[in-house]
């Protein structure tokens, strides 16, 4: 992948990032363009989205509210380190489940 690439989809892998309302936007602007960083960064924040619901939902409902709540640390983290590897311009798995999300939703 070439600078001019990453550049180009530098602003729609950030925007990728804010959850739900940030990550529909990405898919819209870069439907057309088909920016090969974006769609990485957009699976990471697909996935990291999905977990974010699994934690708000299940971990919540099902083991309390202290499980919740460090689970809710946990996706944070991994949406901030997902940021910060947009910023810099790297195709960074988050840890645990990057490598997975790639896979999971290699059609975006």
Same mark, same amino acid.
């Given at each position: 992948?070439?600078?001019?690439?990453?550049?180009?989809? +530098? +602003?729609?892998?950030?925007?990728?990032?804010?959850? $739900? @309302?940030? &990550?529909?936007?990405?898919?819209?602007?870069?439907?057309?363009?088909? %920016? /090969? $960083?974006?769609?990485?960064?957009?699976?990471?924040?697909?996935?990291? %989205?999905?977990? /974010? !619901?699994? %934690?708000? !939902?299940?971990? /919540?409902? /099902?083991?309390?509210?202290?499980?919740?709540?460090?689970? +809710?640390?946990?996706?944070?983290?991994?949406? @901030? &380190?997902?940021? $910060?590897?947009?910023?810099?311009?790297?195709?960074?798995? @988050?840890?645990?489940?990057?490598?997975? $999300?790639?896979?999971? !939703? +290699? %059609?975006?």
């Amino acid at each position: 992948m070439n600078n001019n690439s990453v550049e180009e989809g +530098k +602003k729609i892998a950030i925007i990728s990032y804010i959850p $739900f @309302v940030g &990550l529909i936007i990405s898919i819209i602007l870069n439907k057309e363009k088909r %920016n /090969y $960083f974006a769609r990485f960064h957009m699976r990471q924040s697909i996935g990291l %989205n999905v977990l /974010y !619901f699994i %934690n708000r !939902f299940i971990v /919540y409902g /099902y083991f309390g509210v202290a499980a919740g709540d460090i689970g +809710k640390v946990g996706v944070l983290v991994l949406f @901030v &380190l997902g940021v $910060f590897g947009a910023l810099q311009g790297k195709e960074k798995l @988050v840890p645990v489940f990057g490598a997975q $999300f790639q896979e999971w !939703f +290699k %059609n975006i």
